[in-house]
């Protein structure tokens, strides 16, 4: 698989090159980025997407304004304001701003503090790619201590692996362990409405590892449960609140009620990137609010059948009458009760609480 972001110099100038994971599965095909608008753009359709990997895109956009002579302050809010809820993508945006602005403070000049943004984004960049592998160690070892009959029956939502991150991601590079470590006996993939992060993407990470998958719609989940086929839930987050609750693709939260009324357990797989000290609690968790056209029409797959009715105002296939109203929340969120074990690259933390939380961001670099 291509990388999926990559930073390159080119003659012509420094650019951020993404793998757009919009038209993934049918073809891969890269973007180039070459100035913060564009990244912006993105970032807020999806091309570049996922918790981890919006930081790391953060912080090679200040890298980029930066080395290309932009104004820094001015690409680090647009950045960091192109989606609210992944709180990775503010802080992403403020590490490689913090190290250009203390390399300017030092004297540095403007092309040392803009090697200085750069470096810091390669050390974000880095620095997810271990805390990838750390957390896949922890979580197989909190399945195995869960689960100890092995052959784990494993669901999860929406797409958490490379594609999102620097190494092999959170909840995925989790499953991704127990498969090569050949206790993995199945994955079942949420489709993920509206916009198919499942179908599209998690199942082509699963089918190109090799590993045993089944793709539902999320509303199969029930039943699935119900047939006690469910052995343990694994998902990523995009923000977790100083109370220990989730924010993760919408669709989650009935998931984890679905775990809990099946006494199943339902475990979060984040780096501590992902904590967000400052909000508070679940309910000051900004939830991203998705244009109404990604539920009435098809527009998550890019080869999309022309029908009769001719493509509706979003590009896609429509599936509703027009002028219908949807609600389109892009995240839900899940309260700390609800959730078993928040599985990080400093290991595991269940209870979920807000002492263990603060206890964590302590020992983790947060800035
Ligand atoms: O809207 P998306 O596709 O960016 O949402 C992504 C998710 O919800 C992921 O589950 C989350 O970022 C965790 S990825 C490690």
């Excluded at 004297?107 to 805390?131: K, N, S, T, V, Y």
């Excluded at 609600?327 to 263990?356: C, I, K, M, Q």
């Excluded at 939380?357 to 020992?363: G, K, Q």
Aim: with cysteine; hydrophobic share 45%.
């Amino acid at each position: 698989m291509l990388p999926s972001l990559r930073w390159e110099e080119p003659p012509e100038g420094p650019v951020v090159v993404l793998l757009d994971q919009t038209r993934l599965p049918a073809e891969e095909v890269e973007l180039v980025c070459t100035d913060v608008p564009a990244l912006v753009r993105a970032i807020q359709t999806l091309a570049v997407r996922g918790a981890p990997l919006l930081g790391i895109a953060g912080a090679y956009g200040v890298a980029l304004a930066a080395v290309r002579g932009y104004d820094v302050d001015e690409a680090a809010g647009l950045l960091a304001g192109a989606r609210p809820t992944a709180v990775n993508l503010a802080y992403g945006v403020r590490r490689a701003a913090g190290a250009y602005r203390v390399a300017l403070e030092k004297g540095e000049g403007r092309e040392g503090a803009a090697r200085a943004a750069l470096a810091e984004a390669r050390e974000l960049h880095r620095e997810d790619a271990d805390a990838s592998a750390l957390m896949a160690g922890h979580g197989l070892g909190l399945l195995d201590e869960l689960l100890p009959g092995g052959g784990h029956r494993i669901l999860t939502h929406c797409n958490t692996g490379a594609l999102v991150s620097g190494g092999e991601g959170t909840a995925f590079a989790v499953a991704l362990e127990a498969h090569r470590a050949g206790r993995l006996r199945r994955l079942w993939v949420d489709e993920t409405r509206p916009l198919l992060q499942g179908a599209r993407l998690t199942a082509y990470e699963a089918a190109r590892n090799g590993m045993p998958y089944t793709l539902l719609t999320d509303n199969a989940a029930g039943s699935l449960f119900a047939a006690g086929e469910v052995d343990a839930v694994l998902i990523g987050a995009d923000r977790i609140a100083a109370d220990g609750s989730v924010a993760n693709k919408v669709g989650s939260y009935p998931l984890a009620v679905l775990a809990r009324y099946h006494h199943v357990p339902f475990i979060v797989v984040a780096p501590t990137t992902t904590i967000d000290p400052r909000t508070p609690d679940g309910a000051s968790i900004e939830v991203e609010q998705r244009a109404g056209h990604e539920v009435t029409e098809l527009t998550a797959a890019p080869q999309v059948v022309a029908s009769g009715m001719g493509p509706g105002v979003g590009g896609g296939l429509p599936v509703a009458p027009l002028g219908t109203q949807a609600y389109n929340p892009a995240f839900d969120v899940t309260p700390p009760e609800l959730v078993t074990a928040l599985v990080t690259e400093l290991g595991v933390l269940s209870p979920v609480t807000g002492a263990g939380i603060a206890e964590l961001c302590a020992r983790s670099r947060q800035v």
